[in-house]
């Protein structure tokens, strides 16, 4: 049995098992398996991992990284690709043949994807919350679209157009006709979290994002649709990003 599954520190909200198992199912694919592993620290990487690779199920051929270690998992793997090392960040490995993992990263490509239908002239400009793993990436995709882009942030981000949230004025909403919220802020089973945004500055011309797909319609979300802005959540995303790692886990090198 070929192992597959998703390393992240709390992975009750996530899709992915289900995503993985209904796609083995659809295609007849029957010597693969889709786990969940939840890692509460990444210095436990080389112990976890050590196991993982004895385990007597079958050898693990690809892992998907999510929220928080989409940055730190660098720092245990033995090579990146072109992709992951433009971005900084990756959420997806695999065995390098030579006892270490290589890292790359899909979620630019499924979010560019997801959101090219809905791109017109009014979204030219964009404002990413956050700047972790998810945000560089989707930073990533909207520069190589063509589009400018600012982050707002808790603390300023060294080469990145940033401003804080409390500094974040009606005005400067108007100005940005994408929204992209980045963070895990408002992820289940926490639904009424919801970061400061200055709604006001919404209009029908927005298009905003929450990359969040559990629940379907965030705290966040809720707000924007409820000020006349369309809305859409993360699950194209999940969807495309993960058939882009499925493809790269299977691809011989």
Not at 121 to 138: F, M
Not at 147 to 172: F, I, K, Q
Not at 223 to 238: E, F, I, P, S, Y
């Amino acid at each position: 049995m070929r192992r597959f599954g998703l390393v992240g520190k709390s992975l009750q909200h996530s899709q992915s098992q289900s995503h993985f198992t209904d796609k083995f199912r659809r295609e007849g694919i029957a010597d693969a398996s889709y786990a969940l592993f939840e890692l509460l620290d990444i210095d436990q990487w080389n112990e976890w991992i050590s196991a993982e690779e004895k385990n007597p199920s079958g050898p693990l051929c690809g892992l998907n990284i999510t929220i928080p270690y989409k940055q730190s998992i660098i720092q245990h793997l033995s090579g990146l690709t072109e992709e992951a090392l433009s971005i900084g960040a990756v959420n997806a490995i695999r065995p390098d043949g030579q006892q270490g993992w290589v890292g790359h990263n899909t979620d630019a490509l499924g979010f560019a994807q997801s959101i090219r239908p809905f791109l017109t002239s009014k979204h030219e400009r964009a404002l990413i919350l956050g700047n972790g793993g998810a945000a560089a990436a989707v930073r990533f995709a909207l520069q190589n679209l063509g589009l400018d882009v600012a982050h707002v942030t808790r603390t300023p981000h060294e080469g990145w157009n940033t401003v804080r949230y409390e500094e974040l004025s009606m005005e400067a909403v108007r100005f940005y006709g994408l929204i992209v919220q980045a963070t895990p802020v408002g992820t289940y089973p926490n639904l009424t979290d919801v970061l400061p945004f200055p709604w006001e500055g919404l209009t029908p011309d927005h298009l905003v994002i929450d990359l969040i797909y559990n629940p379907a319609e965030t705290a966040f979300l809720g707000m924007a649709r409820a000020h006349g802005a369309t809305v859409l959540n993360g699950k194209d995303m999940l969807q495309a990003q993960a058939e882009a790692a499925w493809k790269w886990w299977n691809t011989k090198t």
